[in-house]
């Protein structure tokens, strides 16, 4: 029971630091260094409408939408000394380490569209990640589109796609035209091992992360088992 109890209280003395961190760095960033830049951390399981929802609080905020893919393909494309450096983790196929991931988005911090801050996109994914994060943009919010697996696993199973055109269909929610019905396909990663085995290892990254930044105060959790309509005006309400 004493081990226990210890533990606890070792526990929230923890949190009770990082919360404190996390404030002074705030502090420090908007008083002493005049900077107002605020982002938004959006991240939801596979098949949640995070593309959608994306769109709509880059329309009400004006901040840019940055994912880790589309920062390293950039750097790549533009040959930068960064992006040669992940060049050789990726060619070599190993994970781009966390500190090459967050000087590539304080590199793109200092870009004129993100003066304000940025709306991350599956970012940060591990709390190690988050703490650091906090130390070169105040998170200002993080928007969580929670809905059960299984209607993740109905949604993205049942996913058919047009190989002429590309066009998505479902088997149910949006039934292809007759005529077209015979050659689509599902695509290998639509099956529900696949789909299951995504969702374990989103459950296990973003549950500690979570409850991280519920404990900071700034975590908002939103219904995505509803149209995409209402989930987006659960979404903006949070903004206005």
């Not at 830049?37 to 098949?47: K, R, T, Y």
């Not at 050659?183 to 696949?194: C, G, S, V």
Request: glycine letters at 8%; charged letters at 25%; one cysteine or more.
């Amino acid at each position: 029971m004493d081990t226990l109890w210890s533990s606890m209280v070792k526990r929230k003395q923890e949190i009770t630091f990082q919360k404190n961190i996390f404030l002074w760095v705030r502090v420090k960033r908007k008083v002493f260094l005049g900077c107002n830049m605020s982002s938004i951390v959006l991240f939801g399981p596979p098949g949640a409408g995070k593309g959608t929802q994306a769109t709509a609080i880059m329309g009400k905020t004006g901040l840019p939408q940055v994912s880790t893919g589309d920062m390293l393909r950039a750097a790549l494309s533009k040959g930068t000394d960064l992006g040669l450096e992940a060049k050789e983790y990726m060619e070599a196929g190993k994970l781009v380490p966390d500190e090459l991931i967050l000087l590539l988005i304080e590199e793109r911090l200092k870009e004129k569209d993100a003066e304000n801050g940025v709306l991350f996109d599956g970012f940060p994914r591990t709390i190690p990640q988050a703490e650091s994060l906090s130390k070169i943009t105040d998170v200002s919010m993080v928007i969580s589109i929670e809905v059960p697996d299984e209607n993740i696993v109905e949604r993205i199973v049942g996913r058919r796609m047009d190989p002429e055109t590309g066009e998505i269909f479902h088997v149910k929610f949006k039934p292809a035209p007759s005529e077209i019905k015979n050659r689509l396909i599902q695509r290998k990663d639509d099956t529900e091992e696949t789909v299951r085995s995504r969702l374990n290892a989103y459950h296990s990254q973003t549950a500690p992360l979570a409850g991280f930044y519920q404990e900071l105060g700034v975590l908002k959790i939103i219904n995505g088992n509803q149209n995409i309509v209402d989930v987006t005006n659960s979404i903006i309400e949070l903004l206005v």
